[in-house]
T-cell receptor
């Protein structure tokens, strides 16, 4: 069984479009995250979401908005896509906002903006 | 602030060579420390972790010891295999929140 799943795995789209990436976890975790991995493999936290509490990394443009219909899902919606948004986006989850709990990662979504 | 610094790669080794990937951290208090591995085309997988000083995490022949005095968590393996080729990330979670911070990643290539 897949623990953290993301769809789609690949997404190619044009500048200016709006797109969404879906994430689901079946681990019963309370906290979910979105990360962006750039071409140099550097991972940067974008959001964490726990029990309707959203924590936003202040460097993330407001074109990015996470949406959580329930605690097993955290979708990422991106408006007005730009070339610089091209990256691999990873969803992750952890047991809660407790210390030392490791995060479980999805397989990633490679977004290419042309 | 909290941060992780890893040795820059890429690292290329022959099969059965000894591996060390250095990782040092900056954090207040006692963070939890992790090594994640990312195989080509895949997401990150937890490799090992340590949650307090002098703990040793180990998995699949890899080891890392939490050294508070040197603020380090170096990854080691005695004999690498071609299948160990991947990108390795050192990471920490601070003692007072769940904000995981990653190092820049070190790409390891093992040649037969």
């Amino acid at each position: 069984d897949t623990a953290v799943s993301q769809t789609p795995k690949y997404l190619v789209t044009q500048m200016g479009n709006d797109k969404s990436i879906k994430c689901e976890q079946n681990l019963g975790h309370d906290t979910m995250y979105w990360y962006k991995q750039d071409s140099k493999k550097f991972l940067k936290i974008m959001f964490s979401y726990n029990n309707k509490e959203l924590i936003i990394n202040e460097t993330v443009p407001n074109r990015f908005s996470p949406k959580s219909p329930d605690k097993a899902h955290l979708n990422l919606h991106i408006n007005s896509l730009e070339l610089g948004d091209s990256a691999v986006y990873f969803c992750a989850s952890s047991q809660g906002r407790q210390f030392s709990y490791e995060q479980y990662f999805g397989p990633g979504t490679r977004l290419t903006v042309t | 602030g909290n941060s992780v610094t890893q040795m820059e790669g890429p690292v290329t080794l022959s099969e059965e060579a000894f591996l060390t990937i250095n990782c040092t951290y900056t954090a207040t208090g006692y963070p939890s420390l992790f090594w994640y591995v990312q195989y080509p085309g895949e997401g990150l997988q937890l490799l090992l972790k340590a949650t307090k000083a002098d703990d040793k995490g180990s998995n699949k022949g890899f080891e890392a010891t939490y050294r508070k005095e040197t603020t380090s968590f170096h990854l080691e393996k005695g004999s690498v295999q071609v299948s160990d080729s991947a990108v390795y990330f050192c990471a920490l979670i601070p003692y007072n929140n769940n904000d995981m911070r990653f190092g820049a990643g070190t790409r390891l290539t093992v040649k037969p």
